[in-house]
């Protein structure tokens, strides 16, 4: 059995983390937690020690981790452009959480979580992780910890703060930090279902890469990438064009045995570059012959449509009721690409409503694709959370 809840607070003050806490304890049923998770935006900073005080106080849990947030969520609504501390508090003999505070490079992190996380490891875990991407490169790091996402999927995102002043923390206990990365392992009797909506829209078809050389294609079904490229930007409208910024990106398949992908089964990246000469195109992430690829579009009208494509296909895979779920959202979504607020929380509270929900606006975010974890970029990871 576990028991969850979530609270917030618009408070400045000293009392906001108390208020939060104690609507989390209450919705929760509980007068101790085993684990608080907290998210807030950056006004709150200085008072952490506060912050975390008030937390304590009515959670009267050691365990607290978490960062700072451009915007913060819960199940009532994505808070943007307001101050806010959001809280959520768990207790159950079913699942054990180890926080983390790790500081170095890419590799000395990768590596310390890799070690920590390996002999810990259960046949249901999750991992956490909140790292500053002044000091981590979000890919790499993903690399360096280097566990199938399978065995151990990697959820998260970057720590985000104040756009005028670059302000950013991550805070385990007492300590609030920059760089390096933050964390918490999940393990236990439970079951996770995560959902991967990265706003695109595919145009044209699946295409098979036939010649490569790493990050550079040279042929897709057995033509020149480039041609082929210019051949599915004839498909787009001028409206097309204008909804998406101008912008084309590539969606590759990483479960090498599906050959017909939809959406959620692509993982995103960027096209950096085209070669007239050799008739290629260069994009952002290694690619192998056999593997398929399929052009996509950045749009507000496709981000909505994924987003309730991807939380009613999670709603159809979960056979139990979940009872709590996280989701990690780009600070380029929210308001500023759908023009209205609460898009997205409204969506998975439609499909699970009741449901307690924390998360943040980061600078990126983890998630598996195809058994693989990744770092995204643009993309909303939905975490759902059922213990059996």
Known sequence: MIHVGVGHSHNLSTAGAAAATRMAMGNAGIAKADIAIVFATINYQTEYDQLYQGVHAYSSCDELIGCSGMSVLTSVGEFEEVPTLAVMVLRSEQISAVSFSVQGTEFEIGAQIHQSVQSQLQENS??????????????????????????????????????????????????????????????????????????????????????????????????????????????????????????????IVMDDANRNPTRGDF?????????????AIAISEEVKDGQFVQFHLRNPLAAAEEIRTIIARLAEKTQHPPDFGLYFNCLGRGKGLYGAANHDISVIQEQFPGLPVIGFFGNSEFAPIGGRNFAHAYTGVFVLCTVN
């Open 126 to 251: 999750l991992l956490m992780i909140f790292p500053d991407i002044r000091a981590v490169n979000p890919a790499e790091l993903v690399n360096q910890i280097g566990i199938d996402g399978t065995t151990l999927p990697v959820v998260g995102a970057s720590v985000s703060g104040d756009a005028t002043s670059a302000q950013m923390y991550h805070w385990k206990g007492a300590q609030a930090t920059e760089g390096g990365v933050t964390g918490l392992l999940l393990t236990g009797t439970f079951t996770t279902e995560i959902g991967v909506a990265q706003g695109c829209q595919p145009i044209g078809k699946p295409r098979e890469v036939t010649k490569v050389d790493g990050r550079v294609i040279f042929e897709l079904d057995g033509e020149p990438a480039l041609e082929n490229f210019k051949n599915v930007l004839q498909l787009l409208t001028q409206d097309d064009i204008r909804r998406s910024g101008g912008t084309v990106f590539i969606g």
């Open 267 to 279: 993982l995103i990246r960027n096209l950096v570059g085209i070669n007239e000469e050799h008739a």
